[in-house]
């Protein structure tokens, strides 16, 4: 009975160190992230992807804070702006995008055009705030230094592999424009360990590439998480990682070609969406 009541006390003194220390704690429930992500505005269709994408788990990693001042790079159609937008509005925060370089002679109607369209996606105030565009792409002009507590790069990296020089660009205004100790938040598709194809034409990309050129840019790895592991993606579909969940291309991504109807998706479907690297960096502090 004595070993038992000594073991009890142990443990309970245990339990109590690691609990003050922090060690047991658990995470606070951020309500507001719970508000943003359960949001009417949010399609059923982007709820449904919630439990592929994990945004609460990997806001969480990132460290985002109320009153966050964000920055995403290449939304897309705005599957992250539906939960970012309204968060930093309902936080005192500030939510910037990029888009399409309007001091780019060379920027083509389309591009004009999506920019325009995505600022009309996101124009309610009472739900987004104030979306702020920023000018972005290969010839534009740097990021405002010292202007983001968070900057989230949602699989964007492989596609700026295509353009020499690109990488190391980007990298390096997106370091610029963190605040120190702000975090660049990483998500991508992630290739086998090893050599990597320079264009990245899978669409996946090795950790040990994308750490390499944070690094280069002055950025320190803080962390690393596998909350978007997917070990079922055997990384060698016919179309490269747009063969899978959400694209689930049937033909070669971008070749313009009709989709097939012949083509059995069984099997990718039942992959799911893609296995995904999951980094926060930081920027040192002066």
Do not use: C
Request: aromatic share 8%.
């Amino acid at each position: 009975m004595k070993i038992r009541l000594l073991k009890q006390i142990i443990l309970a003194t245990i339990v109590a160190t690691l609990a003050a220390t922090g060690a047991l704690a658990a995470t606070p429930k951020d309500l507001v992230l719970s508000e943003v992500i359960a949001g009417d505005w949010r399609s059923a269709d982007e709820k449904s992807r919630d439990a592929a994408r994990k945004p609460v788990e990997n806001l969480q990693f990132w460290g985002l804070k109320p009153g966050a001042s964000i920055l995403e790079v290449q939304p897309g159609a705005g599957w992250w702006t539906r939960i970012l937008a309204p968060y930093a509005a309902r936080t005192g925060g500030r939510y910037s995008a990029t888009a399409a370089d309007l001091a780019n002679p060379s920027i083509t109607d389309a591009a004009r055009k999506g920019r325009a369209d995505f600022a009309a996606r996101f124009a309610d105030d009472k739900i987004y705030g104030t979306v702020e565009l920023v000018n972005w792409g290969a010839t534009a002009a740097p990021l405002a230094a010292n202007s983001y507590d968070f900057i989230l790069l949602s699989r964007v990296i492989h596609g700026w592999m295509r353009i020499e020089g690109l990488v190391d660009r980007h990298f390096a205004s997106l370091a610029v424009s963190l605040k120190p100790g702000g975090v660049l938040g990483v998500e991508q598709h992630r290739a086998n360990p090893g050599p990597q194809d320079p264009k990245a034409e899978s669409g996946y990309v090795t950790e040990a590439y994308v750490i390499a050129a944070a690094e280069k840019a002055g950025l320190r790895l803080a962390d690393r998480s596998q909350i978007n592991a997917n070990p079922n993606d055997s990384k060698d579909h016919p179309f490269g990682v747009w063969t899978l969940p959400p694209t689930r291309s049937t033909v070669p991504y971008g070749s313009g070609k009709a989709p097939d109807p012949n083509f059995d998706r069984s099997k990718y479907d039942a992959i799911g969406e893609s296995d995904r690297m999951t980094l926060r960096f930081v920027k040192a502090a002066p």
